[in-house]
């Protein structure tokens, strides 16, 4: 079990840190000043540019936290380092005046919901020096003027698929939300998410999934004690596609029929490009392919879009500079509005911070460590792959990869060199975005229930040094093996709100290159952290083989979850890695069409008898090598996303699928398959309001 009391090693650290500090020093911020002046608009992008200088030599890092009117202070940007020059530290921060707060909705799960609203608000910077300790910070106020007055009014935004919808106030207890259609009535209407009255405040909405260059009509509607009433109607026409973004092209293969769940008529994608080729920004379509809604980087850059939230938010893994300076790759967790606004963000850097300070000896800095490491180092390497924000209170769990140093011939190594091996944790921040809570796989590595170090990939996956696919692998140099192995390769998790012994809150959590899905024990933070089961070949589970699969099981698996609100099925992209392989591992070039193409799983376990028995192996066709998701659609079909098949020597494309099971038996019909660019992951949604629940 991980509690917050401070390790010995952390505080041994702290305590050289204060001896090793000049006496006397101090941090002092010297400046913050504003793009614009004070009042501005909601809507308003404002940056902040602070200058600070310090006594000492240590680092500056700033953080910044925002105090919505009448609301309580939180953390807008974590503590980032800042840059140096001439003897100052700059840092510059670009706030969108978005209020956050916590909503408890029908089903009990928190989200977070963000409503810009007017008043004044206040802007908190703080710049600490890490080393010695000291701090110092500065507030301003900012206020904020609201957009409507008596009536309804919308205004773009700087993507041109999205506007901004302002109401006048609504009384307390009731709640708002806003209805949008095409004035040519050409696609369906979509409904914002309900966000309650204020009683003072204007209500604010971001708008979007609405195609290029249409003119659409909206309104808000408000529910009283289950009366709903329209508001005016506002007419808005949307923007053209920006010409200097590169955007992919769509082939239909199976278009959208009876059969298909056209009330999820939204394909939310993960474009991610690996090798070179155009970067292309995350995009939403309909089930034709047409966008509807983009988020991108400018420059370009291959972020990972991990989960689309309820109310309109998504968490992202982003590319930024952080505390370490050899490689600025995946060291951001952000969360960002429909606009693309930044909600909040944290980096690596101080995550190894606040982990060392929870008693964790795997997760330090890697700048921390001699070259070459020695046996028994560790650090903290990037963000990767997940993070999901379903955990009670708001807390979001994100994965994280550590790399450690072993001693030489761990995994079959040969170089006669200590070895790097690349692990996994799941960090739990809470909802102001601090860690409280950590898995550590390289706690759990001595065999069996856990897991075994001698138990290397099953297919020996291995990592240079920035390679594709891989963390930036900092510990890799001279006097270490040439090559580190992906032990695991988590990349997806699943809160488990009760698992059917009742209990509540477990993780889910699939390790790609074990071939294993496994149960940690986590008890909404009351766990021990151990793994209480291991799904796959070879794990504690036997599988109920009803129709004599040569391979039943999963391999090389993403996206796993318990559908129906953990009642099951569960459901996964069998990418089919292991069993695409040659012999002695897979069926290699033995199997035929129905063997070597991935497959889309939904499995029913029973954790008393410890079996899994499928309700759906389906064919998808291709076989997709990486990423990809699954997903049960509110009809009953299931969405799976095939993320990367070979096209050509050249090409790698995805494909959105919607099956149809058949009644009876394990296979089903294609009734949707969309293709595209190679994608990372993707959903099927009812809209960009309406998440998955798994």
């Known amino acids: 079990m991980h509690t917050s009391l401070k390790s010995n090693l952390a505080v041994r650290v702290a305590l050289l840190a204060a001896l090793c500090s000049p006496a006397y020093a101090t941090v002092t911020i010297t400046s913050m000043k504003s793009s614009v002046k004070s009042p501005q608009q909601i809507g308003s992008l404002i940056t902040f540019t602070v200058t600070a200088t310090d006594s000492a030599s240590g680092q500056l890092a700033f953080r910044f936290n925002i105090t919505p009117p009448g609301g309580t202070s939180t953390m807008a940007d974590d503590f980032n380092l800042g840059t140096l020059s001439a003897g100052a530290w700059t840092v510059v921060f670009v706030w969108a005046p978005t209020a956050c707060s916590n909503l408890v909705q029908s089903t ?145 293969n199976t278009p959208a029929g009876p059969k298909t769940d056209t009330a999820a008529p939204v394909l939310l994608l993960n474009p991610h490009q690996f090798g070179g080729g155009a970067i292309y920004p995350n995009l939403a379509t309909d089930l034709a392919g047409n966008i509807i809604w983009f988020y991108g980087r400018n420059p370009p850059q291959n972020l990972v879009l991990a989960r689309p939230l309820a109310f309109g938010t998504m968490l992202t893994i982003q590319s930024d500079p952080a505390w370490n300076p050899a490689s600025s790759d995946k060291q951001m967790l952000v969360q960002i509005d429909l606009a693309g606004n930044l909600i909040r963000r944290t980096n690596t850097g101080i995550l190894q911070q606040e982990l060392l300070a929870l008693g964790a000896t795997d997760a330090g800095p890697c700048t921390a460590i001699p070259s070459p490491p020695p046996v028994g180092s560790a650090c903290l390497d990037d963000f990767h792959h997940d993070a999901i924000q379903t955990l009670p209170n708001g807390d979001t769990a994100v994965l994280v990869s550590i790399e450690k140093i072993f001693p030489p011939g761990t995994q079959g190594d040969t170089s006669g060199l200590p070895v790097d091996i690349l692990g996994d944790m799941i960090v739990v921040l809470d909802s102001n975005w601090q860690a409280i809570w950590y898995f550590d796989a390289f706690e759990h590595d001595g065999g069996p229930p856990q897991l075994d170090i001698n138990r290397p990939a099953v297919l020996n996956i291995t990592c240079g040094k920035n390679a594709d696919g891989c963390p930036p692998m900092f510990l890799l140099g001279p006097g270490i093996a040439p090559l580190g192995y992906d032990w695991l390769h988590g990349n997806s998790m699943y809160y488990w709100p009760h698992d059917q012994a009742g209990v509540a809150g477990e993780i889910i959590w699939s390790a790609r290159n074990q071939d294993w899905v496994m149960k940690i024990d986590y008890q909404n933070g009351a766990g021990s952290g151990n793994i209480l089961w291991r799904m796959g070949n070879a794990g504690d589970f036997t599988f109920n083989n009803i129709d004599n699969d040569p391979w039943p099981w999963f391999s090389g698996q993403h996206d796993v979850a318990m559908e129906n609100n953990g009642a099951g099925p569960l459901s996964a992209m069998d990418n089919g890695n292991t069993r695409t392989s040659p012999p002695p591992l897979g069926l290699g070039s033995a199997c035929g069409p129905s063997d070597c193409n991935s497959r889309g799983m939904a499995l029913r376990i029973s954790e008393s008898a410890m079996q899994v028995t499928p309700e759906l192996s389906v064919n998808l066709g291709e076989f997709s090598t990486s990423g990809g998701n699954a997903q049960l659609l509110p009809d009953g079909n299931y969405y799976f996303q095939l993320a990367t098949v070979l096209i050509s020597l050249s090409s790698e494309d995805s494909f959105a699928l919607e099956i149809l099971p058949k009644a009876g038996a394990l296979t089903g019909k294609q009734v949707l398959n969309v293709e595209t660019t190679e994608s990372y992951r993707g959903w099927q949604l009812i809209s960009l309001y309406d998440p998955p629940i798994s």
């Open 108 to 252: 009990g799960v928190v989200a977070l919901s963000c409503q810009e609203i007017e008043g004044t608000y206040q802007v908190q910077v703080v710049a600490k020096d890490f080393v010695s300790g000291e701090s110092a910070d500065k507030i301003v106020q900012f206020q904020i003027d609201p957009l409507a007055g008596g009536s309804p009014v919308v205004t773009a935004m700087a993507n041109p698929l999205v506007a901004l919808f302002s109401a006048p106030a609504c009384l307390v207890g009731s709640t708002m939300r806003v209805n949008f259609q095409p004035q040519s009535k050409s696609a369906p209407a979509t409904t914002t998410s309900w966000v309650p009255c204020r009683g003072r405040e204007t209500m604010n909405f971001e708008i979007a999934g609405m195609y290029p260059a249409t003119a659409y009509q909206m309104f808000a509607q408000t529910d009283t004690g289950g009366v709903i009433a329209n508001g005016p109607t506002v007419n808005f026409t949307t923007g053209q596609l920006p010409t200097d973004v590169p955007f992919p092209s769509f082939t239909v």
